[in-house]
T-cell receptor
Framework: GQNIDQPTEMTATEGAIVQINCTYQ??????LFWYQQHAGEAPTFLSY????GLEEKGRFSSFLSRSKGYSYLLLKELQMKDSASYLC?????????????FGGGTRVLVKP | GVTQSPTHLIKTRGQQVTLRCSSQ?????VSWYQQALGQGPQFIFQ???????GRGNFPPRFSGLQFPNDSSELNVNALELDDSALYLC????????????FGPGTRLTVT
């Protein structure tokens, strides 16, 4: 089975940086994903890590350490529109298909 | 993109419901997820080339179909109050794409 933990809620100020941590336990790790989900909307893909290290994409960066079962999503220069839920998801390479197991999501509230 | 219908649905406990999804063109795999309020999506099952290809911890009253025309269905029988959730489908291309594209979801309320 898989177990994914991430904080429930975080608050930050516009223009600041926020780091959302995700720890996981899985028997067949085959990639970690971060999704953004605004209230009432579908999750949208942010990043994918399968090798250790940092992946940077504009204001968003994602880091992975497979040996530690740990990832973080870094949001820089926060904007009000970044207020959303951020979902960490792990793909199980031993399961059929592209099955993703999601964490509970971290609600980020950006304040002016 | 991925589309789903209906957007919202209200059903009574014990009834049956069918939710529909149209995958992104060219994608041969569709996954269905249940997302309760304030929770992350939970994997229900996946279909690849019209066959079930993996299932999560959901009872048999959750069933699905995938059709050759990139559309699929999620059927839930004997609805329970706890089935109230957002149901998401996600399409992908098996073996060549690591990314799943989610539809907007169907909000099901069971009373």
């Amino acid at each position: 089975g898989q177990n994914i933990d991430q904080p429930t809620e975080m608050t930050a100020t516009e223009g600041a940086i926020v780091q959302i941590n995700c720890t996981y336990q899985t028997s067949g790790f085959n990639g970690l994903f971060w999704y953004q989900q605004h209230a009432g909307e579908a999750p949208t893909f942010l990043s994918y890590n399968v090798l250790d290290g940092l992946e940077e994409k504009g204001r968003f960066s994602s880091f992975l350490s497979r040996s530690k079962g740990y990832s973080y999503l870094l949001l820089k220069e926060l904007q009000m529109k970044d207020s959303a839920s951020y979902l960490c998801a792990v793909r199980d390479g031993k399961a059929a298909g592209n099955k993703l197991t999601f964490g509970g999501g971290t609600r980020v509230l950006v304040k002016p | 993109g991925v589309t789903q219908s209906p957007t919202h649905l209200i059903k009574t406990r014990g009834q049956q419901v069918t939710l529909r999804c149209s995958s992104q063109s060219g994608h041969n795999t569709v996954s269905w997820y249940q997302q309760a309020l304030g929770q992350g999506p939970q994997f229900i099952f996946q279909y690849y080339r019209e066959e079930e290809n993996g299932r999560g911890n959901f009872p048999p009253r959750f069933s699905g179909l995938q059709f050759p025309n990139d559309s699929s269905e999620l059927n839930v029988n004997a609805l329970e109050l706890d089935d109230s959730a957002l149901y998401l489908c996600a399409s992908s291309q098996q073996g060549s794409s690591y990314e799943q594209y989610f539809g907007p979801g169907t909000r099901l309320t069971v009373t």
